[in-house]
């Protein structure tokens, strides 16, 4: 499949802050293409370099063969952006924002039919200071859509929405790619991008640490295992950082979650017991893409 | 679940300026706050003045015309600056803060057509203030029609465009909407004191009416008065006022900030 995005070495910094220190990825057509990394990694930074509205410092970008920041005019009308945080007007209706909006285009998409979809129709003389949370990202996806783009960038898509709203929401996109639209999704969300993204980028402090599928990613931690427990007394972490099994202990409230190879459970388990320490509650998984986001960042994530 | 979306059929495509244009003044019609100090104020300064009957006689000082015939040309100045002065820079300035502007930039509208459709909703609001206004005048108080329409109208429309491209130049450069307000309350003072808000031009000394020949508004009321007497303005004031819009659009064309 051809590449639809290169980002070559991206470096961009504000005064002193790298934001952005060497990034390079390659988006395939026709696939969610996650960008995966914790609070400040520089993801925002790297796509809004793709849809031109910062320049990088140095590096190389193509969007479709376009220049982000000299194409602009051809860019604007072939890639779908959805921002992190923007708003429109509080008194524009839901269907003035979409109608005006797909004035823009030179292909626009039937903004009634795009309504419907979205689950807007309801909605369509609703202003939009008084839309749900929900509903404002719904109609920020609508407005992506509406040049009938080949491309969508996606910031922070969830964030902020319940839990239901969220598997809408990540149903809406799945159908978006099938009709062959190549997406971008930047997410602090494992979940999410575990769900949605047929390959992930992981950033952490402007850097790329690794490029690969979900699965792929989750198998870099040896095939290890995440055990949880609840430890009857509080107890030093250097009982069980110092095992060769280990690679991670953290603490969520009063749950323990270590993280290891294969025979970590055994090892824990043992140093535990000749230590008079009970494990409630205790819980063994396979690791997931939360492991390895922890392992090669170091940082836990958001998601809970 | 496949979202299939088919184009927009070619009859429900607009004109993207046009479309810009037309929100925006809707938008401006359901602000009620906007109504009432940019179209509601000039209009009840019309009132009060026409009601009080000493504005209301004729005054050699003025050539025979009355205090309101004198007021009708700054009022509709004065409803022109109000707009754009005020109203304008502190909502464009707002949609920076807010992101609305940022999110106009990723589509193909760009900064022209965004000042444009400013441009095209303030100037009808403005454009129907000031019809009100000549209206109201003539029909409430019996103030003749500006003598020479034609004129008068150039006049008016020229002022509006010369005084938006300032407050659009105010939004683009000085950043936030608290400072683009106090920018334009700054400004807005002494160019209605040199339109004759406080002191008419006429009265004034030598050396402040060169100085108000010079400003945007001093240079619209005296056309409007000319107008409103039955003169075609000078090539002066006209040039003037196409001089600051020209200039000002252009500047804030070129600084013109999406964030």
Sequence with gaps: MPAVIEVQNLRRSYGDTVAVDDVTFTVQEGEIFGI????????????????????????????????????????????????????????????????????FYRNPADWHALMDTLGLTSKSKTPFGKLSGGQKQRLSIALALLGSPR??????????????????????????RDRGVTIVLV?????????????????????????????????????????????????????????????HVIHRGDVVVVTGNDNALNAVTSVLARNQIVAHQLRVDQASLEDAFLALTGKHSDSQ | MSVA???????????ALGRLALTELKLFARERLRIVFGVG????????????????????????????????PIMVGFSAALLSLTALPMMLAGYRERGVLRRLQTTPIGPSRVLAAQLLANLAVVAGTSIAIVLLARFGFGVAFPRQLAGFVIAALLAAVALMCVGLFIAAVVP???????????????????????LPIANMPATLQ??????????????LTDSAQGHWPTWLQLVTMAAYAVAFGLAAARWFRWE
């Design chain 1, 187 to 247: 997410t602090h969300f494992m979940e999410e991008a575990e769900r949605l993204c047929d390959r992930v980028a992981l950033i952490d402090a402007g850097r790329v640490v690794a490029i690969d599928t979900p699965a792929g990613l989750a198998g870099r931690v040896e095939a290890g295992q995440r055990i949880q427990f609840r430890p009857s007394v509080p107890f030093d972490d250097a009982l069980l950082t110092h095992l060769p099994e280990v690679t």
């Design chain 2, 176 to 198: 936030g909407s608290r400072a683009a307000q106090a920018t334009g309350a700054l400004l807005f003072y002494p160019l209605m004191f040199f339109a004759g808000l406080w």
């Design chain 1, 36 to 103: 995966l990394g914790p609070n400040g990694a520089g993801k925002t930074t790297t796509v809004e370099c793709i849809e031109g509205l910062r320049a990088p410092d140095s590096g190389q970008i193509s969007v479709l063969g376009l220049d982000p920041r000299h194409d602009r005019p051809e860019l604007t009308q072939r890639l779908g952006v959805q921002l992190q945080d923007s708003q429109l007007p509080d008194q524009l209706r839901v269907a003035e924002a979409l109608r005006l909006n797909s004035a």
């Design chain 2, 5 to 15: 979306i088919a184009p927009l059929p070619a009859a429900e495509r607009g004109s």
């Design chain 1, 151 to 176: 491309v969508a960038v996606l910031d922070e898509l969830t964030t902020g929405l319940d839990p239901q709203a969220r598997r809408d929401t990540w149903e809406l996109i799945e159908g978006v």
């Design chain 2, 210 to 223: 060169h100085i108000s020949h010079a400003t945007p508004l001093g240079a619209a009321v005296q056309a």
């Design chain 2, 41 to 72: 104020l000039p209009l009840l300064l019309v009132i009060i003045i026409g009601c009080i009957p000493f504005f209301n006689q004729p005054r050699a000082a003025y050539g025979g015309a009355t205090f309101l015939d004198v007021y009708v």
